[in-house]
């Protein structure tokens, strides 16, 4: 999406916020003006954003913490070992986060990233509106 960010961010962020949501669209146009303010330690990829807020305007999403998007991982065999998730602030994207659920298959945001060419969206709901998040294709490693 940007030259800024991360290739695995960037490319995740695409995948999931492809939506015609008018969420999601709110979201794509922060991305120009989004950096990473940190990383997770762990190695999950987990990012922390940075935003210049005078550049870009909210989504409406109303105040707090929510997570504007999802996206399940699942690998080749169909196991579902975590997720990825566009949680904003305020309306503006605050980090993506990347959760495992496994013990056995290593999810990070660099398989994500792999995976995001193969993103299936569900039904172009937003994932407050809709039961089955999109869902990215991951390798076993």
């Not at 709110?26 to 954003?49: D, E, I, K, N, W």
Request: hydrophobic residues 40%; aromatic residues 4%.
């Amino acid at each position: 999406m940007t030259e800024c960010l991360p290739a695995d961010v960037a490319d995740v962020l695409a995948a999931v916020l492809c939506t015609d949501n008018p969420v999601h669209a709110t979201l794509r146009r922060q991305v120009p003006h989004l950096s990473v303010r940190g990383r997770c330690t762990c190695g999950c990829g987990t990012a922390y954003f940075e935003l210049d807020t005078s550049k870009a305007e909210p989504a409406p999403t109303g105040p707090g913490t929510i997570v504007a998007a999802e996206a399940q991982l699942v690998t080749e065999a169909g196991e579902c070992p975590g997720e990825v998730l566009v949680c904003t602030q305020g309306g503006y994207l605050s980090w993506l986060e990347v959760c495992s659920w496994s013990g056995d298959v290593e999810v990070t945001l660099a398989a994500a990233s792999l995976a995001a060419d193969t993103l299936l969206i569900s039904d172009g709901q937003s994932s407050a509106a809709s039961a089955a998040p999109p869902t990215l294709r991951v390798q076993v490693q």
